[in-house]
């Protein structure tokens, strides 16, 4: 009966084996499983074990338990639904493991139940480490490469050794970068002036892009299939969960930088915004077209057509904050620009319509949030539903947010895999990428836009910058350690990527500005960092997110596994791709090629 038959489990990535062995005599055990990071879930039944014809003869059962968090299993006798035992552990993936159960006689009858290694696990941590160690002796080698061919002497040396001027020109242009051209000889000097009298752009602002874009492009390939480089199941953050806000914030930067630029320039705001407006539209248009393919569950018809998206969040986003950048710009106060001095709060108070509005939408997403009525689900719902809260409410995911989208757009047009139903076992549809969400992401990029106004307003005087970056860095950060009162799930509002809370998008955008106040420094001040190789991909951002979308299947991003269970080919698999589209990025910006929409 029961999981006896069943002798062989196949075991899949993230799991290990467990034997039961069930020496309690005609006691029928059923075994329940739950995971730590499972909030308030129902523990799930992973099979029974019938009990022992006779002592000394226990009946065996295995079962596969994940290793990706601690485990909480919980052994119950079927018949009378009574507690036998209960263990906690963090099983590691394909380890062998026995739980033994059987009565120990010391006066009183008890049962213990003891849990015994038979085979130890693999350490699958260990490709990351060994990933990350060659990326350091990467970084390492080409620093220690740079600064020898910066060195004079060792310069002269290999001019002299190769004995060729040509050759060694070859060479050079072999190796660097146009924007390193200034290391070698001397016909590059007039470039680095001219550099460093107009900077034409800032460096930090697109090699912040290009780091999210990377990481965004290594998530999305699987990230080794990971759970730290896949999306948080409800609450909680994950590497996987930094990337999208961040691109949105340093959209905001970008906004307003090129947008200033252009005013300044004498360009029409009426025409600025036909011209925002078909940007948007064709963003949402290449959005709706690459979430849609036709490969996972063969062809599509329009009536299970998906229609948000990461790009169609973009394209309103972008929409909304430049449109409200556009109907309040300012110019630069003359005070900033001539005198070089802004004073204290110039780069806030300047913008405060833009800041009314944000407030009001603020409001808007905290008032749908928490008093929209939902029916069957409780006002201001914001947990994943499925087996979460103890089931009470398993068609709930995402309260009010989900309920939006649902009613709107329709089960059969959002997105039908959110990261929910792994660890939850959600089973109604729901879009990270959803409309209440997308308040917030104005709200992201708005952040961004105040990011891209102190580097401008305070331009030249880099500890006004810093300084302005540190506040908002601490200020944001205290922000969310009240509204999550640095829990998981137990905060005023829990940091959520399926939601995008507001206390997510405070979270990261302390990040962001931590991020800026590093880079800023070190790439544009300094010039100790060109931003290589973050910088060519941020240049080309559309191209890349588009074609790595597209390419996801083709050779060589993907090929065959030897074995499809293992996060060290999949590990490769996905570095190999992500390192392939920075080279293509860089090939492009060295062809000049941008796509530009
Ligand atoms: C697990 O260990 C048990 C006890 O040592 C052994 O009998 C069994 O064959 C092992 N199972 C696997 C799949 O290695
Ligand atoms: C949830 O939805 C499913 C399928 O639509 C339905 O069968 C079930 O009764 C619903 N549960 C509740 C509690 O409403």
């Keep these: ?71 909480i299993l919980q052994l119950n006798d079927t018949l009378e639904e009574k507690e036998v035992c209960r263990l906690k552990y963090k099983f590691g993936e394909f380890g062998n493991y026995s739980l033994l159960v059987k009565h120990v006689h010391n006066g009183v009858n008890e049962t213990a139940c003891d849990l015994v290694v038979n085979e130890n696990p693999v350490d699958s941590n260990l490709p990351v480490c060994i990933a990350f160690l060659v990326g350091l002796a990467v970084i390492i080698a080409v620093c220690f490469l740079r600064f020898l061919l910066s060195l004079d002497d060792f310069n002269n040396w290999i001019s002299k050794a190769i004995n060729s001027w040509e050759t060694d020109r070859l060479i050079n242009s072999e190796l660097g970068s146009p924007s390193r051209a200034g290391l070698f000889g001397d016909d590059a000097q007039p470039e680095v002036w001219r550099l460093s009298a107009v900077p034409p752009r800032l460096r930090c602002v697109d090699t912040f892009r290009g780091l999210a874009l990377i990481l965004m492009v290594f998530v999305n390939y ?37 947008m200033t630029s252009i005013l300044q320039r004498g360009c029409s705001k009426f025409r600025l915004l036909g011209k925002v407006a078909w940007r948007s539209f ?60 802004c004073s204290c709060l110039q780069d806030i108070t300047s913008s405060w319509p833009q800041w009314l509005v944000i407030l009001m939408l603020e ?34 995911t995402g309260g009010a947010a989900g309920y ?123 010039g100790l960092w060109t931003g290589t190789p973050f910088y060519y991909p941020g240049m080309n951002s559309i191209l890349v997110y588009v074609g790595h979308e597209v390419f996801k299947n083709y050779f060589p991003f993907q090929w065959r596994l030897q074995d499809n269970q293992s996060h060290k080919e999949h590990l490769i698999q996905n570095i190999v791709a992500t390192a392939l589209w920075v080279l293509i990025a860089y090939i492009l910006y060295r062809k000049k090629v941008f796509w530009k929409i």
């Design 282 to 341: 064709l963003l949402i248009c290449i959005g709706i077209v690459i979430v849609n393919p036709n490969y996972c569950l063969g062809p599509l018809s329009w009536d299970k057509v998906r229609i948000p998206g990461v790009l169609q969040r973009l394209g309103v986003t972008y929409f909304v904050v430049a449109v409200l950048e556009l109907l309040f710009a300012k110019p630069v106060p003359e005070s900033c620009v001539s005198e070089r001095r």
């Design 404 to 526: 939006i989208d649902r009613l709107l757009l329709g089960d059969d047009h959002i997105y039908q895999h959110p990261s929910s139903n792994v660890l939850y076992h959600t089973t109604v549809a729901y879009d990270p990428e959803g409309i209440l969400g997308t308040i917030n992401s104005i709200v992201m990029a708005f952040l961004g836009v105040q990011a891209g106004k102190i580097l401008l307003y305070y331009k030249d005087q880099t500890k006004d910058i810093l300084i302005r970056f540190t506040a908002w860095c601490c200020f944001l950060g205290l922000f969310s350690v009240v509204l999550t009162k640095v829990s998981e799930n137990e905060g005023f509002i829990p940091v959520n990527k399926n939601l995008w809370s507001i206390s997510y998008i405070t979270t990261l955008s302390s990040f962001a500005f931590f991020i800026l106040l590093i880079l800023y420094p070190i790439v544009d001040v300094k």
């Design 1 to 71: 009966p029961g999981l006896d038959k069943k002798r062989h489990v196949e075991l899949k990535m993230d799991q290990a084996l467990l034997l039961i062995h069930n020496e309690l005599v005609g006691t029928n055990l059923t075994v329940y499983w739950n995971s730590e990071r499972c909030y308030h879930c129902l523990p799930q039944a992973l099979g029974n074990v019938s009990g022992s014809g006779e002592p000394g003869k226990p009946s065996t059962a295995p079962v596969a338990v994940s290793t990706q968090h601690t485990s």
């Design 222 to 258: 699987g990230g080794g299939k990971y759970w730290y480089f896949k999306h948080a199941s409800w609450n909680g953050l994950t590497v996987a969960d930094l990337v999208f806000p961040w691109f949105v914030f340093i959209m905001g930067s970008s906004i307003f930088l090129s």
């Design 363 to 396: 409001s808007v997403w905290l008032a749908l949030t928490f008093f929209l009525p939902v029916p069957g689900c409780p006002t201001g719902y914001l947990g994943p539903g499925g087996i979460g809260d103890l089931g009470k409410y398993p068609n709930c």
